[in-house]
């Protein structure tokens, strides 16, 4: 685990942009795993900053993201397909049919799991970009006794309801379930960007990084990945300015 510290959330953007953006330029059809939230935002907003300096190009990179809610179709602006087209797709010069999310209006959402996790073993990961949750999860995989290996469907726990109930407009419209990923299909990736920026973080960015690793903190599994970069900026790294 290599942890990359900045001062603030715009370097922490800034850096990951870097890793990303330097992946693409060395494999210009790399597969991006992809996530959502308002972590990464800014890293978004640094990717289309360098398409748009004509430094980078998406015509032949291919990205799949982590999760999608359960009843949630692409016109639905809470859905993370909207998500991923305004902050980023339709700001550059990707291929729209080489972006990949979760189908949440499956019929069968047993089979769209099986679909997607045959997907993202199919396309190989070169790159996951990851947040974190304040309940430790990374994608969906929320704290638990289990570790699940392949993309699976999750009950979101109440902690998750309430921390994304801001992108809603009331709680009771956050939906009650995700499609994600298991920790499984995210260990399988080549290399894992985990990015934890504010205050609010510092707290399970400790126990992430720093404490028993086990399935009920999901980011400490992913300290047993042998190419993981943290970027944090100071901030969430407040109760472990000890090891920088
Ligand atoms: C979203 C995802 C989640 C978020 C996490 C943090 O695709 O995978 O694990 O990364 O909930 O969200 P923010 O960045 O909004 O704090």
């Not at 939230?37 to 990205?63: D, M």
């Not at 016109?75 to 902050?87: A, P, R, V």
């Amino acid at each position: 685990m290599r942890i990359i510290s900045t001062k603030n959330y715009n370097e922490a953007s800034a850096r990951a942009a870097d890793l990303i953006a330097a992946q693409i330029l060395v494999k210009p059809d790399s597969v991006l795993g992809l996530a959502t939230g308002s972590t990464p935002i800014g890293t978004y907003k640094e990717l289309v900053k360098k398409y748009n300096n004509s430094e980078l190009s998406f015509s032949e990179v291919s990205t799949i993201n982590l999760d999608e809610y359960v009843g949630l179709g692409h016109d639905d602006e809470q859905s993370y397909y909207h998500f991923m087209m305004e902050n980023l797709h339709n700001k550059t010069d990707i291929d729209k049919n080489n972006v990949y999310l979760p189908n949440g209006l499956a019929e069968n959402i047993d089979d769209e799991c099986i679909r997607y996790e045959e997907l993202a073993e199919d396309l190989g990961i070169d790159i996951q970009l990851l947040g974190i949750g304040l309940n430790g999860h990374v994608g969906f995989n929320e704290p638990s006794d289990f570790i699940e290996n392949y993309t699976y469907k999750v009950e979101l726990t109440q902690s998750t309801i309430e921390a994304n109930k801001r992108f809603f407009k009331k709680a009771e419209d956050v939906p009650k379930e995700a499609i994600t990923m298991g920790i499984g299909t995210i260990m399988r990736a080549k290399k894992l960007v985990l990015l934890i920026t504010g205050e609010n973080k510092a707290e399970i960015l400790d126990q992430a990084l720093f404490g028993p690793i086990t399935p009920q903190v999901p980011a400490s599994l992913i300290r047993m990945h042998p190419d993981l970069t943290v970027i944090a900026d100071n901030p969430a790294l407040k109760l472990v300015s000890k090891i920088i």
